[in-house]
């Protein structure tokens, strides 16, 4: 089992960057696929971008295409979401989560608030 833990959440104006950091435990953290979701106040949690134990060919969602960038250093068991030209409509409550492949749970963070302001 992987422990998560969600930083460098906070409040940005709109138009401005955040990058948050998803800390994991243990050794094999590095073979597990994370992913960063969010939850906004009456709406579902929905996947943001995904990125694999290797790193290669990222997934990203329409609402975040060409603004955010998920990246990963094994080495330091953290995976990293860097978040440019915020959006108001981006405030939520971020999380990320690890699994180690299809068909196995999720193990999440407890979660990071990020606010764009107006």
């Known amino acids: 089992q992987v422990q998560l833990v969600e930083s460098w959440g906070g409040l940005v104006q709109a138009g401005g960057s955040l990058r948050l950091s998803c800390a994991g435990s243990?050794?094999?953290?590095?073979?597990?696929?994370v992913g960063w979701f969010r939850q906004a106040p009456g709406k579902e949690r929905e996947l943001l971008s995904a990125?694999?134990?290797?790193?290669?060919?990222?997934y990203y969602a329409d609402s975040v295409k060409g603004r955010f960038t998920i990246s990963r250093d094994n080495a330091k068991n953290t995976v990293y979401l860097q978040m440019n030209s915020l959006k108001p409509e981006d405030t939520a409550v971020y999380y990320c989560?690890?699994?180690?492949?299809?068909?196995?749970?999720?193990?999440w963070g407890q979660g990071t608030q990020v606010t764009v302001s107006s």
């Open positions: 989560a690890a699994k180690l492949g299809a068909g196995e749970p999720y193990y």
């Open positions: 243990g050794r094999t953290f590095p073979l597990y696929s």
């Open positions: 990125i694999s134990w290797a790193g290669g060919s990222p």
